[in-house]
């Protein structure tokens, strides 16, 4: 293939598998299974070029005198992309290593990586496929090629990882690994950013439903206790790489919102931390959604978000936010909450602190 198409053809698997792999955080778990096929195919499709750009270039790399300020960017552009593929092979086949960081972070870390890097690699070197280019048959053969290599990528790897019975055959959808269902102790505590409120003293903390509803509701830890309590099974998946199924017990969000007259107007709920992290659903899927008080026979320990926490079924853990002391209903999307979810924990501290 021409060299300016198989930079080109790089380029674009990269983004599209980097795009794919991050799109499906914020799917809907029926939605994601697609899209996880899509960023295998293409990451999978990506190590036939790439092989052909190594090939190319190594010549040039082996020759110091050849080496000007840029080399080491695309290097380093090589060893992400390298990374990238090396560490999803090997977390989807082997679910190694665990510990921190594990495959699946590494894996994150070598996308975001790359992505960078091959942003400034492309501003430095890049240079668009000629009209010429674009009509070599050669080139439009071997894309075929790719398309097929892609293709069969996904089948293949599972029917492998069935046949030879790897860990990875017992992965989740979503690529995480099981950490135990039902059991108290074996579900990971996972916080990310900075979160490290110090334990909510139930005494002082209560829970308020306000935003666009007709009546604000202000409830202690005794009044939430006195309230309706159902369950929901639901699985805890975290965009790290682990999950975790639990019966959950608590307050359907739908009850609250009922109770405080909830306007038509609303169309999304946002769950608020003490820690000011927070996130919305949408408001049809959050009258389904749970605040929880504990799972299992337990009541929920402080890491896991005591006194109450979101369980949103079918969402990445990242959704459900822990320590909730706000629910607010609203007639925009927050997008607040995007820089909410990096920042928090920062600022203010636990104003129901024991
Ligand atoms: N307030 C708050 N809620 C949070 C987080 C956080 O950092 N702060 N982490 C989220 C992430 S990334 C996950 S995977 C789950 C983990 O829940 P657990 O620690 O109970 O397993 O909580 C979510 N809720
Ligand atoms: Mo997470």
């Known amino acids: 293939m021409r060299p300016r198409l198989v930079d080109w053809t790089l380029l674009t698997l990269s983004l599209g598998a980097a795009l794919g792999g991050f799109a499906t955080w914020l799917m809907h778990d029926e939605q994601v299974v697609p899209f996880v096929a899509l960023h295998v195919a ?7 070029p790439l092989a052909w750009k190594l090939r190319r270039v190594s010549p040039r790399l082996a020759r110091a005198r050849a080496w000007d300020w840029k080399t080491p960017i695309s290097v380093l552009t090589a060893v992400a992309a390298i990374g990238a593929l090396a560490t999803g092979a090997v977390w989807t086949r082997f679910q190694v290593p665990t510990g921190y960081p594990n495959g699946m972070h590494l894996h994150i870390a070598f996308g975001i990586a790359l992505i960078a890097l091959a942003v400034v690699h492309m501003a430095l070197r890049f240079k668009l496929p000629t009209r010429h280019d674009w009509r070599d048959r050669r080139s439009i053969l071997r894309w075929l090629g790719l398309a097929a290599f892609g293709a069969v990528a996904v089948p293949v790897q599972k029917a492998l990882d069935h046949h030879l019975n790897l860990p990875g055959a017992r992965r989740r959808f979503t690529g995480s690994r ?10 990971p505590v996972t916080n990310w950013m900075f979160d490290h409120p110090a334990p909510v003293d139930t005494a002082l903390w209560h829970l308020s439903v306000e935003g666009a509803v007709a009546r604000t509701l202000k409830l202690s830890y005794t009044d939430l206790l006195a309230l309706p309590q159902s369950t929901v099974r639901a699985t805890l998946d975290c965009t790290g790489g682990w999950h975790s199924t639990q019966t959950w017990r608590g307050v359907r969000v739908g009850d609250l919102l009922d109770r405080a007259g909830v306007s038509p ?13 927070r996130w919305s659903l949408p408001i049809s899927e959050a009258r389904e959604a749970l605040l929880a008080v504990g799972y299992g026979d337990d009541l929920l320990t402080h890491w896991h978000g005591a006194p109450l926490r979101l369980v949103a079924p079918g969402r990445r853990g990242f959704m459900w936010v822990k320590w909730v002391t706000q629910v607010r209903a609203l007639t925009h999307p927050d997008l607040g909450q995007w820089l909410k979810i990096f920042t928090s924990g920062l600022e203010s501290a636990n104003r129901f602190a024991a």
């Open 42 to 48: 293409l990451g999978t499709a990506a190590l036939l």
């Open 265 to 277: 107007s609303a169309r999304y709920i946002s769950f608020v931390s003490v820690t000011g992290y």
């Open 178 to 187: 099981p950490a135990g269902d039902d059991t108290a102790t074996a579900m």
